[in-house]
C-alpha cells in the first residue's frame, strides 16, 4: 500500500462511539435531522470492523423505537421527526444487525412503505408526494428484509426504474434524469432484489461505472467531477452486482480511501486531508469490504449490509 498505508480500525472504532456520545458538538448537531441514518453508517461500520460489542444493543433499540410513529408504521430521522422511507429503512437495517425485527409490527411498517407506491410504480419518501429512484430501492429493500414484497406491485416498480434508463447505461432519479452513481446503485439494487437485472446493459453500465475511476484511484459520481470516498461503495456495490468489479484498480482505489483516513484521531474524509465525518468512515469502510480488505467482514452489495446478517435474515425463513 501507499506509504505502508493501513486501515485504522481501532481509531475509527473510537471515533465512532466518541461521535456518539458527543450530542451538543458542531457535527452532532447538523446530523441532528438524520440521526437514524447516522446510526445505520456508524453501527454497520462497527460491525464491519468485529466491534459490535462497543455499544448497548439494548440501549441503541430503544432509542430506535422512539422514533417510530405508530400510528403511520414509519420512522422518523430523530425523536419527534416526520416519518420517511428512508429513516425507516435505516431503522429497520440497525434492527437487523441486533436480530430484533421482534420490537417491529412488522405489517404495520410494510403497509407504511408499501401505501407510498404510485400509480405509475414509483414509490414517494413520505407523505408530502417526492419521487426520486431512491425510494423505489428503499421501498423494495424494506420490504424484502420483512419478507413483504408481495405487498406491492412488483412489475410497476420494475418498470418505473427501468423507465429511469439512459442511453449511456446508467440511471438518474426519474425519466430522463442524469445518469449518477449514487442513482445507479439504488436503480441496480432494486432491480437485484426484484430479480430483474436482465434490464441493465452490463457492459454499457459496466463502462460508465468503471469510467468513474479518477487519476487518483478514487472514484467519483459523474464526469468531471473530483473522487469522493462515498463513491467507493455506490460504485463498486453495483460493478459486483452487475459483475463487472473486474474492470477497476482494486489496488489504487484501496490506497485512495486508507490515504484519506485520519490516522491521528480516526474517522474517514471524501478526500484526502479533509476532515472527517460518520457519512465516509462508513463508506470508506464499505468499499474496503467490497474489495475483501484483511479483517474487514464482506458486505452484500444489493442490501447494504454485513452478508452474515444478511444470510441470517434469509437463511432462517
Same mark, same amino acid.
Given at each position: 500500500m501507499a506509504d505502508g498505508a493501513e486501515l485504522a480500525a481501532d481509531k475509527h472504532v473510537r471515533y465512532i462511539v466518541t461521535v456518539e456520545k458527543k450530542k451538543d458538538s458542531f457535527e452532532s448537531l447538523v446530523m441532528e435531522h438524520i440521526r437514524l441514518n447516522g446510526a445505520y453508517w456508524g453501527l454497520t461500520t462497527l460491525d464491519l470492523l468485529h466491534k459490535f460489542h462497543a455499544v448497548d444493543a439494548a440501549e441503541v433499540v430503544d432509542w430506535i423505537m422512539s422514533c417510530y410513529h405508530p400510528e403511520s408504521g414509519g420512522f422518523g430521522g430523530?425523536?419527534?421527526h416526520d416519518p420517511h422511507v428512508l429513516y425507516t429503512l435505516s431503522a429497520v437495517q440497525v434492527l437487523c444487525l441486533f436480530d430484533r425485527l421482534d420490537v417491529l409490527d412488522v405489517d404495520k411498517v410494510a403497509d407504511y412503505v408499501a401505501g407510498l407506491q404510485?400509480?405509475? +410504480?414509483?414509490?414517494? +419518501?413520505?407523505?408530502? +408526494?417526492?419521487?426520486?429512484?431512491?425510494?423505489?430501492?428503499?421501498?423494495l429493500c424494506t420490504l424484502s428484509l420483512l419478507h413483504r414484497l408481495h405487498r406491492i406491485d412488483m412489475q410497476k416498480a420494475v418498470d418505473f426504474v427501468v423507465s429511469c434508463k439512459n442511453l449511456d447505461g446508467g440511471f438518474g432519479a426519474m425519466p430522463g434524469g442524469e445518469s449518477h452513481a449514487g442513482q445507479i446503485f439504488c436503480c441496480v439494487g432494486a432491480l437485484a432484489i426484484a430479480g430483474s437485472l436482465h434490464h441493465i446493459d452490463r457492459d454499457l453500465l459496466g463502462w460508465w461505472l468503471c469510467e468513474r475511476q479518477c487519476k487518483d484511484g478514487g472514484l467519483n459520481g459523474r464526469p468531471e467531477k473530483l473522487a469522493d470516498v462515498c463513491y467507493s461503495w455506490w460504485v463498486l456495490s453495483s460493478l459486483i452486482m452487475i459483475d463487472r468489479v473486474h474492470w477497476i484498480d482494486k489496488e489504487k482505489l484501496t490506497k485512495f480511501i486508507l490515504n484519506c483516513q485520519d490516522k491521528e484521531n480516526g474517522g474517514i474524509s471524501d478526500r484526502p486531508d479533509n476532515a472527517v465525518d460518520i457519512y465516509h468512515t462508513y463508506f470508506g469502510v464499505a468499499g474496503l469490504s467490497l474489495m475483501e480488505y484483511p479483517g474487514v467482514k464482506p458486505m452484500d452489495p444489493a442490501y447494504a449490509l454485513p452478508l452474515d446478517v444478511v444470510n441470517r435474515i434469509f437463511l432462517r425463513k
Open positions: 430523530n425523536v419527534g404510485n400509480e405509475d +410504480g414509483s414509490f414517494s +419518501g413520505d407523505i408530502w +408526494g417526492e419521487v426520486d429512484t431512491r425510494f423505489s430501492y428503499i421501498a
